[in-house]
């Protein structure tokens, strides 16, 4: 373990390069906020002193907007006749305007894993006990069931049935105690969520490739940061809603997303972030695919199988295949080394060479690097590929080496921050 003072260091180091790029790109939003305002229409923001709101984040907005209609009283109603009667709510099908067809889409894409789910497990059932858990009732329980029918998050079919055979009914007292906590959280992280894009105008800016083009490093660097927290926060709302919805019907729900912050691999950010997609990716597609049974060369098809899968699953654009590929290279790398710095030989060397604490700072120096890659391909992913192709060409072509020195060495603080954190997460 590393020194105490060290370890805060790199922490307030991370915590001060966060706060002050999100400085610059506040004052950045605020000096351009005419421009952005003329081309991305910014709404009128009736919280946070009248500040304007960045609403070009597509899936914020309308899961928003959507909530505020309709959604929130459709949970509501599902709360509602599953405490008392436990029976799932109806709702009428197809659309009549173009944010029903965006739920319609939405929700057929996230059915898709569950009905595949199910029939996978009706496939691998063994005659003639297996058949009772795969019957008809069960699949129209499992694919129906209301929390999780818009957006997820995702719940293989046998944690499901096995949930609701041994689900036990908590009092009234606990349930209210569960619904307390479970709204006090959700409205801080939605308070945060509408603070950042009130505050800082980051998707906007991601839209004009001229802007993103000309701000200083700082800027650009404090707009990746806000990017992707502002994912995280985001599915902290979308997929807290649902999941504090299971917890009172008596379910558990796939862990929520692990902080982007304290990510320094793909590996993690694959395992971590969305559980139930990784869950489902692995016991659906990596296994039978072949897995890591048939050696090396199996071990890269079937992980390449998997990213083209997850890829085509989310759209299959342009952007999203070269997002795939960058995560299939990044984890295919990490194995790699991993599995070299497991080897008795290598072991044996960085025993002798190196103490216990250099170990370390190897890894996050390593760790730095992967992380790098991480953040480019997640900004490819919620940019496409002009993001990308700016931060590669600021960063790494016109910035070496100093700003690319300068990026590595911030996220060597990070790793070190998220290395400590994930040995506690393990633990804990």
């Known amino acids: ?171 009234l007292r606990v349930s209210l105690a569960v619904l307390a906590r479970g709204l006090g959280r959700l409205l801080c992280c939605w308070c945060l969520a509408e603070l950042m894009v009130h505050l800082m105008y980051m998707h906007a800016i991601y839209g004009s490739a001229p802007l993103l083009s000309a701000v200083s490093c700082w800027t650009l660097g404090g707009l990746a940061l806000a990017q992707v927290l502002f994912f995280y926060v985001k599915y902290l709302v979308l997929f807290g809603v649902p999941a504090l919805l299971m917890r009172l019907d008596g379910l558990t729900p796939p862990p929520l997303p692990r902080c982007v912050s304290t990510m320094f691999s793909f590996t993690g950010m694959w395992r971590y972030f969305d559980v139930g997609l990784h869950d489902f990716l692995i016991r659906y597609v990596y296994i039978p695919v072949g897995g890591s049974q048939h050696g090396l060369l199996g071990t890269l098809v079937s992980t390449a199988m998997t990213f083209a899968f997850v890829s085509y699953w989310h759209g299959g654009y342009d952007y999203l295949w070269c997002w795939a590929a960058l995560n299939w290279l990044g984890v295919t790398v990490e194995n790699g080394v991993r599995r070299l710095a497991e080897t008795p030989c290598v072991q044996d060397s960085l025993v002798q060479l190196l103490s216990p604490r250099a170990r370390r700072r190897v890894h996050a120096a390593l760790a730095s690097c992967s992380t790098s890659m991480l953040i480019l391909s997640n900004l490819v992913f919620l940019g496409g590929n002009h993001v990308g192709r700016i931060y590669w060409n600021r960063i790494f072509v016109q910035g070496w080496p100093w700003v690319t020195l300068s990026v590595l060495g911030f996220l060597y603080c990070y790793s070190h921050v998220g290395i400590a954190w994930a040995e506690t997460y393990s633990v804990n």
Not at 29 to 55: I, P, V, W
Request: with cysteine; glycine share 6%.
């Open 1 to 171: 373990m590393l020194p105490r003072w060290e370890l805060s260091f790199y922490l307030l180091a991370s915590l001060g390069f966060h706060f002050y790029s999100f400085y610059e790109v506040y004052k950045t939003s605020r000096e351009h906020e005419e421009q952005l305002d003329q081309e991305f229409d910014l709404a009128m923001g009736t919280l946070f002193g009248g500040l304007k709101k960045d609403r070009t984040d597509f899936e914020w907005s309308f899961w928003m907007e959507w909530g505020k209609q309709r959604l929130v009283w459709l949970l509501l109603g599902h709360l509602a006749v599953s405490q008392m009667a436990n029976q799932i709510a109806r709702k009428r099908g197809w659309y009549a305007t173009e944010n029903e067809y965006y739920l319609l889409q939405f929700t057929l894409t996230v059915r898709c894993l569950y009905y595949t789910s199910f029939s996978l497990e009706l496939c691998w059932q063994q005659l003639p006990c297996g058949r009772a858990r795969c019957s008809l009732a069960w699949m129209m329980a499992y694919v129906f069931y209301y929390p999780v029918f818009h957006n997820g998050p995702i719940l293989s079919f046998p944690q499901f049935v096995g949930q609701m055979q041994q689900r036990e009914h908590c009092p």
